[in-house]
């Protein structure tokens, strides 16, 4: 069982940053991936970034032109997500997802393993 533990979302103004923390209760690098995605109001679940343990280019959604970046820190076994340029439109919770075995890559939320309980980030226009 892994355990995930989100921080860092909240109320910013449109055009600001965050940046989200996801602390795992064992080595990343355990796992195959680490990837984060995001639930609108209403909506469904959606691919945001992900970042393989074994190295290589992180993967992003399209759709986010840029304005995401994921890294990690091993030794604290801490993934993030920095989010620039922050519009209303990307309001919604934000997960924090390991996936263990690479199934078909990191983007589909049915191949998650686990997932943490969602930080909240609203943007003010």
């Known amino acids: 069982q892994v355990q995930l533990v989100e921080s860092g979302g909240g109320l910013v103004q449109a055009g600001g940053s965050l940046r989200l923390s996801c602390a795992a209760s064992?080595?990343?690098?355990?796992?195959?991936?680490m990837a984060w995605f995001r639930q609108p109001p209403g909506k469904e679940r959606e691919f945001v970034a992900a970042?393989?343990?074994?190295?290589?280019?992180?993967y992003y959604a399209n759709s986010l032109e840029n304005r995401v970046t994921i890294s990690s820190d091993s030794a604290k076994n801490t993934v993030f997500l920095q989010l620039d340029r922050l519009r209303p439109e990307n309001r919604a919770v934000y997960y924090c997802?390991?996936?263990?075995?690479?199934?078909?890559?990191?983007?589909?939320?049915?191949?998650?393993?686990?997932w943490g309980q969602g930080t909240q980030v609203t943007v003010s226009s």
């Open positions: 997802a390991d996936i263990a075995i690479n199934k078909e890559g990191p983007r589909r939320s049915q191949d998650c393993d686990y």
């Open positions: 970042i393989a343990s074994t190295g290589g280019s992180p």
């Open positions: 064992r080595h990343t690098f355990s796992s195959y991936a």
